[in-house]
Every structure is written in C-alpha cells, then in structure tokens.
C-alpha cells in the first residue's frame, strides 16, 4: 500500500465478502439440513416432498439432459432480456425529451402491468409458435416497465444547478443529456435491470411451460407429468442458480461502467 491508501487489502476485501454472504449461506444451510433431517426422521414421501440430498443425486443422473434445457432456457433470457434493454432505453428516452410521448407512452406501461401473463403467453405461442419468439416477448413484457421506469426517474434526477451551469456554458440539450443526465441516471437504470434480470428468468421458464420443445419450463412439466418430483425441484435450484448468476452479472457490468457509484456508496456508509 502507498501512504494514504485506504484501500482494504485482499484479506481484508475477502473478509468484508464474507460477512455480507455468511448470514444468507447460514441460514441456507440450516435449511436444508432442517430439510433433510424431516425427510428421513419423519418419512415424507419423496413423491411429496423429496430430501435436498435425493434431488441432487436425481440433478446429477440428469446432468446433461439439465445442461441442455439450462442452456436453452438461459438464450431466450439473454436475448428477451436484450430486446427488452434497447426497447426500455429508448422508451424512456422518448418519453423524458418529449412531455407529449410521455403522456401517450406513460399509461400504456402501467397498463401492460396489468396483463396477466397466463391469459397471453398461451395467445403467443398460437399467434407465433413454439419457437423462440414467443418466449421472447413474454420476457420483455414482463421485464420492460421496470428498466424503463428506473432509467426515466434516474434521468428525473439531475441537479438543477449542474444543468444551468451546462446552459449557461452553451450545452445544447442533447449534450446536457450525455453529459449530465445519462451519466447520473446510470445508478437509478442499473438498479432497474437488477430488479428485471430475475423476473427475465422465471418469464422465459414460464414461457417455455405454456408451449416448447425444450427448456427448463418444459422440463419442469414433463418431469411433473412424470411424477419425478425431485427432478421439479432440481429444476427450480437450476432456476434459482441462473437468477443469481445473472444477476452478479449485472452487478458486475454496473461495477465495470460507473465504478465511482460504488466508491461513493461505500464511503457514505
């Protein structure tokens, strides 16, 4: 370390991660071994409720057949979850530069919020099929309000006196957005994507259950049909693990892009 550097050193850093990690892994583990002991001491039926260790061993035996609707089920997140992005961006775009298409656009989205995605994932696989397209739409439905309104509040909150002083330097509107209200909307539109990567997930799954040739969705209702229920909750750990992993992602796209965001949060604390 150099003099005046505060910086935590790797020990240090490993250390903070883990007091931020170790509750949540605690009590996951006391969870599960809760879990495990009430399947074996009281006899629950594995059709009804199987033990953490016999969905494992099921996950494991199955491991390529789940390597394959993972794999399935996480490119119709990725690129559901893409569209939804470039959509939601310049929605909110729009919307923050003309007060008129907010107003037009506005009421929309709350109202797409309101469409249950049971009554119209069916309408699309009739309207489109079984392929990836269906699939896709209902990951963006599902996805889209949340980045759009997160990025539109985050551009709502510029300093009024950084944005005079822009003008009064000669910025032009476009150059005060770029430089100004883009940069500092970032937190606001990162936290929107975090909240929207772990529906984007669950959307496509959902998709997928309502009409498909593969994918975790599928799976989970073939492996139903079929009475193999650890095979069910073996697929919800995928899920589960898939969620998280994305949304790490996202945190660490968020660390890549405004790396003073998080300088700045920790100091305050």
Known sequence: MTDGDERPTGSAAGHGALARVGP?????????????????VLGI???????????????????????????????????????????????????????WVRRALYPILIASQTIPIVAVAPLFVLWFGIGLLPKVIVVVVVTF???????????????????????SMGASRSQQLLKLRVPGAMPSFFTGLRIA??????????????GAVDGLGIWIVLSKNLFRTDLVFG?????????????LLVGLVERLVIPWHRAARTAGR
């Open 24 to 40: 949540a892994l605690g009590l996951v583990a006391l969870i599960l071994v809760a879990w495990e002991l009430a399947c074996r």
């Open 197 to 210: 990567v772990t529906y984007a997930v669950v959307a496509a799954i959902f998709g997928e259950a309502v």
């Open 45 to 99: 039926d594995p059709l009804t409720l199987p033990a953490p260790s016999r969905i494992l061993t099921a996950l494991w035996d199955s491991r390529a057949v789940a390597a394959g609707h993972s794999l399935t089920t996480l490119g119709e997140t990725v690129v559901g979850f893409g569209v939804s992005v470039v959509f939601a961006v310049a929605a909110a775009l729009a919307m923050d530069r003309s007060e």
């Open 145 to 167: 309000f949340p980045i759009t309104v997160a990025l539109l509040d985050g551009l709502a909150m510029a300093s009024r006196d950084a944005t005079d002083l822009l003008r």
């Open 235 to 247: 697929a919800i750990l995928v899920t589960a693990v898939m969620t998280i992993a994305l949304w």
